[in-house]
Nanobody, 116 residues
Framework: DVQLQASGGGLVQPGGSLRLSCEAS????????MSWFRQVPGKGFEWVST????????RYAGFVKGRFTISRDNSKNQLYLQMNNLEPEDTAVYYC?????????RGQGTLVTVSS
């Protein structure tokens, strides 16, 4: 059974940092590209970043502007998203997704709130 559990969200002030983690199980993690998406209540599911299966190539949405870094540890079946210089507009529920599109499997997300 595929499971993806995101964690690490919380309340942070503008300009602060958070590191999200995603624990994956039930599939061959190192065979899949992995992505982070986010969703603001009432809005669509928005792509944030994708990291290729080997960990050697990453893509980011334009709004990231160099603030986020996606990484993975294939030996631990873990995906990460280091988020720096957070802005109120980054407030959302963040999900890790198997694959590189919104149709991929996803688990429960983790809420990130950026507010002073």
């Amino acid at each position: 059974d595929v499971q993806l559990q995101a964690s690490g969200g919380g309340l942070v002030q503008p300009g602060g940092s958070l590191r999200l983690s995603c624990e994956a199980s039930g599939f061959t993690f190192n065979a899949y590209h992995m992505s982070w998406f986010r969703q603001v209540p009432g809005k669509g599911f928005e792509w944030v970043s994708t990291l290729f299966s080997s960990g050697g190539y990453a893509r980011y949405a334009g709004f990231v502007k160099g603030r986020f870094t996606i990484s993975r540890d294939n030996s631990k079946n873990q995906l990460y998203l280091q988020m720096n210089n957070l802005e109120p507009e980054d407030t959302a529920v963040y999900y890790c997704v198997r694959g590189d599109n919104a149709l991929g499997r996803r688990g429960q997300g983790t809420l990130v709130t950026v507010s002073s």
